[in-house]
């Protein structure tokens, strides 16, 4: 099975115009205040519409509430939680928004949050590096070894400092269910098209879509 590739942070027609041409398997959104990748639900609408129906949605969160999630959650199929999210708002949202897969992410720095993430009632994990300034995004790379020791149940993707460069070893190292890529694919804070190239064909292998 190949590794599936997510590139989050799309916030321009540009992105949108190469996730066309270089389709990885899932383009996250910022849905979250007040990180500078947000999307407000309107853009966020008018970017969907121009994506390939193809490639999957998926909405990151950060301690939201269920009417956030509900502006966005019709033109998604994931909901990614980067917070501090309760079992109780995960159940919420199991049983308002049947139609979404539940990711939840951990900024790994011990087993115990592989661990703490894992228990819960989600479909995938994605597991980042820790930073106490930021809740994803930091281009830090994760702890390789940690996760390679304490490997979830539950698939994950790994992400952190995902790279052109690096993303090959970490797959051969950590054999994660999928890849997780956001800043090392922007030049000037805005995606650049040649690096989401390399990514894609790095990861899928052959000729992405247009070549």
């Not at 041409?21 to 990748?37: K, L, T």
């Not at 609408?45 to 121009?50: D, I, T, Y």
């Not at 702890?143 to 994950?156: A, S």
């Given at each position: 099975?190949?590794?599936?590739?997510?590139?989050?942070g799309?916030?321009?027609?540009?992105?949108?115009?190469?996730?066309?041409?270089?389709?990885p398997?899932?383009?996250g959104?910022?849905c979250?205040q007040?990180?500078w990748?947000?999307?407000?639900?309107?853009?966020?609408k008018s970017?969907?519409?121009e994506l390939?129906?193809e490639?999957e949605?998926v909405?990151?969160?950060?301690n939201?509430?269920?009417d956030?999630v509900g502006?966005?959650?019709?033109?998604?199929n994931?909901v990614?939680l980067?917070g501090e999210e309760?079992?109780?708002?995960?159940?919420?949202?199991?049983a308002?928004?049947?139609h979404?897969?539940?990711?939840k992410a951990?900024?790994?720095?011990?087993a115990?949050?592989i661990?703490?993430?894992?228990a819960l009632d989600?479909?995938?994990?994605?597991?980042?590096?820790?930073s106490?300034?930021?809740?994803?995004g930091?281009g830090e790379v994760?702890?390789w070894d940690?996760?390679?020791k304490?490997?979830?149940?539950?698939?994950?993707l790994l992400?952190?400092?995902?790279s052109v460069?690096n993303?090959?070893?970490a797959?051969?190292e950590v054999?994660?269910?999928?890849?997780?890529?956001?800043?090392s694919?922007?030049t000037?804070?805005c995606?650049?098209?040649?690096k989401?190239?390399?990514?894609?064909?790095?990861?899928?292998?052959g000729?992405?879509?247009g070549i």
């Amino acid at each position: 099975m190949s590794t599936a590739l997510k590139i989050c942070g799309i916030r321009r027609p540009a992105d949108v115009r190469y996730l066309n041409e270089f389709p990885p398997d899932y383009a996250g959104f910022i849905c979250s205040q007040p990180f500078w990748r947000y999307v407000a639900p309107g853009e966020f609408k008018s970017l969907v519409q121009e994506l390939r129906g193809e490639i999957e949605r998926v909405g990151v969160f950060v301690n939201p509430t269920l009417d956030e999630v509900g502006s966005y959650a019709p033109f998604l199929n994931v909901v990614q939680l980067h917070g501090e999210e309760s079992t109780d708002f995960i159940a919420n949202i199991r049983a308002k928004f049947p139609h979404l897969q539940i990711w939840k992410a951990a900024r790994v720095q011990t087993a115990e949050d592989i661990a703490s993430a894992d228990a819960l009632d989600v479909d995938k994990l994605v597991l980042d590096s820790f930073s106490s300034a930021s809740h994803g995004g930091t281009g830090e790379v994760a702890p390789w070894d940690i996760i390679v020791k304490h490997r979830p149940e539950k698939p994950f993707l790994l992400a952190g400092g995902i790279s052109v460069e690096n993303v090959l070893q970490a797959i051969a190292e950590v054999h994660p269910w999928g890849v997780d890529a956001s800043s090392s694919l922007e030049t000037d804070k805005c995606k650049d098209r040649a690096k989401i190239r390399a990514m894609a064909e790095a990861v899928k292998g052959g000729k992405p879509h247009g070549i």
